[in-house]
């Protein structure tokens, strides 16, 4: 009797460590996953001051050659067409500026609006559907991320990683048909929706394989039909 104690609790010992070490696990690659969009943020950023930088530096040297140049016989025909190109490329600056803001503001709108389809409850089901279909095809553990983020450079889909040493990219669960085009990266990976009627969205502009899931939750558990993938283009 008491050796089939010991068994027991060791066995569930051993369980709860596997769950602590894998919930560890988890805790650092999405730690990881943030360190790096902030590195990432922070890289874009101290780009963009350089820019302003050098281009404070131009115009400080021009405005210094200018003066030099008035001191030694004035031309203020010059002077003004100098300072009007400054502000004519200044505000194309600006307008750039602005123009690629709102088209990222319109993205994300367009990306909310596609994830804002599915509930909460279809949103889990897809996940374990791709989680259950890599184990079933390839015996591969992936990560379910607790919350997903929309990955702009992949038309707003979540990515999924395989869990263990080497965390590859397993595939794109659901990107946003409105957006593929502005992420050409997005052939080279497979990609993963819900059901037909979602991958004819897609038509002809994703190069790349998408497998669509059907997928139906009974009360004893997860029931998967899949439906063929197809190269597109």
């Known amino acids: 009797m008491y050796l089939r ?3 027991w609790t060791s066995r569930q010992s051993a ?10 696990q988890r805790q650092e690659k999405a730690k990881e996953a943030r360190e790096a969009r902030k590195k990432q ?3 874009e950023a101290e780009r963009r001051r350089k820019e302003l930088e050098e281009a404070d530096r131009i115009r400080r040297a021009e405005e210094a050659a200018l003066r030099r140049k008035e001191q030694e016989g004035p031309d203020r025909v010059l002077l003004e067409q100098m300072r009007e190109r400054w502000a004519e490329r200044d505000a194309l600056r600006a307008r750039e500026q602005a123009e690629q803001e709102e088209k990222e503001r319109q993205a994300l709108e367009t990306a909310r609006a596609w994830w804002g389809r ?4 279809q949103a889990e089901e897809l996940f374990a559907a791709v989680a259950e ?7 591969l553990r992936v990560e379910i ?3 997903p983020n929309m990955a702009a450079h992949f038309a707003y889909g979540v990515p999924v990683y395989s869990r263990g040493r080497h965390h590859a990219l397993y595939g794109i669960v659901r990107p946003c048909p409105a957006l593929v085009s502005l992420s050409p990266q997005l052939s080279y990976h497979r990609a993963f929706v819900r059901n ?3 991958i004819q969205e897609f038509g002809e502009t994703l190069a790349g394989r998408i497998t669509h899931l059907e997928v139906v939750l009974y009360p004893l558990g997860w029931s998967i039909g899949l439906r063929t993938g197809r190269w597109i283009g």
């Open 15 to 24: 369980r709860a460590q596997t769950e602590h070490e894998e919930m560890r």
């Open 41 to 43: 943020q922070e890289a």
């Open 145 to 147: 991320p607790e919350s």
């Open 118 to 121: 599915l509930s909460r409850q």
């Open 5 to 7: 104690d010991l068994w």
């Open 196 to 198: 037909a009627q979602e």
């Open 133 to 139: 279909l890599a184990w079933r095809e390839e015996k």
